[in-house]
């Protein structure tokens, strides 16, 4: 792992950010429904902004805004051929915003299409999206890569391989973990936590799902099954629903930062945020870590 990423977790626990879309649309210049990779290029301000704001609350760690950057995943808004313009820009503006004292993790998420067996994506075709999507984050300038929100092995392993094929930078590896304590396709935390590791992610984990109390039971089977792992957690600020239209969501600031703390005393070394945290959970999450760690 490169000094960068392991200095900053010697040095006690990390800060990630939380979503990029709930502050986008918020902002106004993202419709319900938008494509977020989008803004990079017509709404540069607005990113840079959203980074700033969570850099602004303690995080350590911010994301570019590229989770559904892949070619693949664009096509389905016409995009697919902007592929290396949307990522190569969104690490430059997160770059930009985060200057030399904060890291930036390119964010990698599913395709949108599954991968075969269970559909009609060739592991080959997975993989060479993966890449191509990695390698302009790394040119913009990443520090590390996230690859999140998976539910399935074959194509996390795909992401995994793509981005490795590319640059030599760590790889963060996450699961999403249903109400069941599985992923959709049925796979346990600890199933997970050894697959992850044995693919050669150098940081595994959780993120997204129902909320922050399920995360806790994920990622406390995980860390039992592979003790030795350096683990992220990046919960939900709960399950959304809605309201006149706009999703809402219940787990407040101090809701997200009480299990922080729970987090880091089972071990995990980064904790962040996922759908409907803002930079004030961010921000409750650093306070609370920081006087925790007693920073």
Not at 278 to 290: D, F, G, N, W, Y
Request: overall charge negative; proline content about 5%.
């Amino acid at each position: 792992m490169p000094e960068p990423l392991r200095a900053l977790i010697g040095r006690g626990p990390v800060i990630c950010d939380g979503a990029m879309g709930t502050l986008l649309q918020a902002s106004g210049r993202l419709a319900p429904g938008g494509i977020p990779e989008e803004l990079n290029l017509t709404a540069p301000d607005v990113v840079l902004s959203a980074h700033r704001s969570y850099i602004e609350a303690g995080s350590q760690i911010i994301e570019t805004n590229s989770f559904g950057g892949s070619r693949i995943r664009l096509a389905k808004s016409g995009l697919g051929e902007r592929a290396v313009e949307i990522n190569l820009t969104a690490a430059r503006l997160a770059r930009q915003a985060a200057g030399e004292q904060v890291l930036v993790a390119g964010s990698m998420g599913p395709l949108g299409e599954m991968v075969d067996p269970w559909g009609d994506i060739a592991f080959s075709e997975a993989r060479a999206a993966f890449a191509e999507q990695a390698a302009a984050l790394a040119e913009g300038g990443v520090d590390l890569f996230i690859i999140e929100t998976m539910f399935d092995l074959e194509e996390m392993r795909a992401a995994i391989e793509g981005a490795r094929s590319v640059a030599a930078l760590p790889i963060v590896a996450t699961m999403t973990f249903d109400q069941g304590g599985r992923t959709m396709m049925g796979i346990r935390p600890d199933t997970a936590a050894n697959a992850l590791l044995g693919m050669g992610a150098d940081i595994i984990g959780t993120n997204c799902g129902r909320g922050p109390a399920e995360t806790e039971m994920a990622i406390r089977t995980m860390i039992a099954a592979c003790p030795d792992a350096l683990f992220i957690a990046q919960p939900n600020a709960g399950v959304p629903r809605l309201e006149n239209g706009v999703a809402t969501f219940d787990a407040t600031p101090e809701d997200m930062a009480r299990y922080a703390k729970v987090y880091i005393d089972l071990g995990v070394k980064i904790v962040g945020g996922c759908c409907g945290s803002t930079p004030a959970h961010i921000r409750a999450i650093a306070e609370a870590v920081r006087k925790q760690s007693q920073w």
